[in-house]
Each structure stands twice: as structure tokens, then as C-alpha cells.
């Protein structure tokens, strides 16, 4: 079994110290596409992710690792330990505003979560836990957020699955005190999981999900499969996340036939 305490240190001092070099120096030479015009990579998230996967690699050589940018598709089990990294989530934010992109680091145990840390690179501020330890912000711990109605809750969906003209997503928009869009999940999550927001949509994939479903789990907040399907944490999903009350919501304006 994973020592949790020496897990929650080295990920503490690796993601802070990955987060104090962007925040230092956002330079980056190279920018490039991958599956579309809008999904980005620079030379920077490959930097930050080989210098946090290199440290986590030595420090726990018994751990499989995933990351974004070099996953592997060899790793087709999460059992044992496995680290989940998206070393900058919200590249178009850190390209073209300098602003609003996170580092996560997510840590499982047999394909359960075990520990979460999320950095909000520009604001150094890093939210941390998990079921075992709690939720905290800069070592402050947070309390467990309000079970608010989707009438009190800020929502984001995904513009993608806005775009579908899905009228029942729409539904859910108006039922809202209203829309919020940031173009990072790490910044979403940290919105979640410090109460500032209520409701989530969207299609995420392992490292987007990772970090933020651990920390959750004490802080009140659901994670659940658009379909109803258990979490694979090993394929991209529809999930949505946010207060028991308003993901019930929700999801029974996105069940709703016309």
C-alpha cells in the first residue's frame, strides 16, 4: 500500500515548484496543433510535463505514469499506483492570455482516488486532498461545499456540447443563475471544489479528471458518467460534476424527452 503522507509531500513540492517556473517565466518557443486548430501545445508543457514525470518516476519507480502530452498506450490497467499528469491545462489560455491554466497532479490506488493537487499557476495557489486527508487551499482547509438547487448554481458546459444545440444543455443554462467559461478544468475544478461554482459539463479525459475527482470526494462534490456508466479512468468520458442537488438536476434536464 502507497504511503499516502510521502505521496501528499512529493507532489506538493513537485507541483509547486513546476507552477513557481511557469508563473516565473511564461516564455515558449514553439507552438504546435494537435487534433484541432484550438488544441495546442508548446515546447513549455513538454518541459514542465518531462520535469514533473522525470521527478515522480524516481522518487516512485513502482508507479505507472499517464500525462498528456506522452502517455503511454501501453497502459492498459490502473492497478498498483498511477500518477495522472496535465503539466499546463489551458494551453490556449497560457498562449494567448497569460492567465487562467493549472498543473494537476492525480494519484490512484487500484483505480480509486487517493490524492488530488491542483496548482492555479498565476493566482499561487494550490488545492490539495483527497478522501483520506481532506480538502485544502495553501494549507487552509476547506469546508465542504453547500448542496445548492441549479437555480442558486453557476454552470459550465462545455461549448461543444452547447454547440450541439442539444436543447436540453440549453435547458440546463437557463435553469442557472447562469454561464461561466474558462478553458481549463483545473481552474473549473478549483471554482468546484472552493464553492465559487456549482455545476460542470463537459468531455474530459484522464489527466483533465484525475486530480479533481480526488479531491472532491470529501469536499461535497459529485463526479458522475453523463450515461450512468461507472468512471474508466483510462478513456476520455461525459461526465458531470458539481452539488448532489443540482447535477440531479440537471441530469433530469438532460434526460428529458420532448
Known amino acids: 500500500m502507497a504511503n499516502l503522507s510521502n505521496i501528499q509531500q512529493e507532489v506538493l513540492y513537485i507541483i509547486q515548484k513546476a507552477a513557481d517556473s511557469l508563473r516565473q517565466d511564461q516564455h515558449f518557443d514553439t507552438v504546435q496543433r494537435k487534433s484541432n486548430r484550438n488544441d495546442l501545445v508548446t515546447d513549455r508543457d513538454r518541459q514542465i510535463e518531462q520535469y514533473i514525470v522525470q521527478y515522480l518516476a524516481a522518487k516512485f519507480p513502482e508507479a505507472k505514469i499517464i500525462s498528456e502530452e506522452k502517455t503511454s498506450s501501453l497502459i492498459t490497467s490502473v492497478e498498483g499506483l498511477v500518477f495522472f499528469v496535465d503539466p499546463i491545462d489551458g494551453t490556449m489560455n497560457f498562449v494567448k492570455c497569460h492567465d487562467q491554466f493549472a498543473i ?9 482516488p487517493l490524492f488530488g493537487a491542483i496548482a492555479n499557476v ?3 495557489q494550490v488545492i490539495y486532498g483527497g478522501p483520506q486527508v481532506g480538502t485544502f487551499l495553501n494549507q487552509t482547509p476547506l469546508p465542504k461545499v453547500p448542496d445548492l438547487p441549479l437555480v442558486d448554481s453557476l454552470v459550465t458546459i462545455s461549448t ?3 454547440w450541439q444545440q442539444d436543447p436540453n444543455y440549453q435547458l440546463i443554462v437557463h435553469a442557472s443563475s447562469g454561464l461561466r467559461v474558462f478553458g481549463s478544468a483545473g481552474i473549473i475544478w478549483s471554482r468546484l471544489v472552493c464553492g465559487q461554482q456549482n455545476l460542470y459539463i463537459s468531455k ?5 479528471l484525475a486530480a479533481g475527482r480526488a479531491l472532491a470526494m470529501k469536499n461535497g462534490i459529485m463526479v458522475r458518467n453523463i450515461d450512468g456508466s461507472p468512471i474508466n479512468m483510462l478513456q476520455s ?3 458531470i460534476i458539481g452539488t448532489k442537488c443540482a447535477t440531479d438536476e440537471a441530469l433530469s434536464l438532460i434526460n428529458k424527452r420532448a
Open 104 to 112: 494537476m497532479i492525480g494519484v490512484y490506488q487500484d483505480g480509486e
Open 160 to 162: 461543444r456540447l452547447l
Open 204 to 208: 474530459l479525459k484522464p489527466w483533465d
Open 237 to 239: 468520458q461525459t461526465v
Open 122 to 124: 498565476m493566482a499561487d
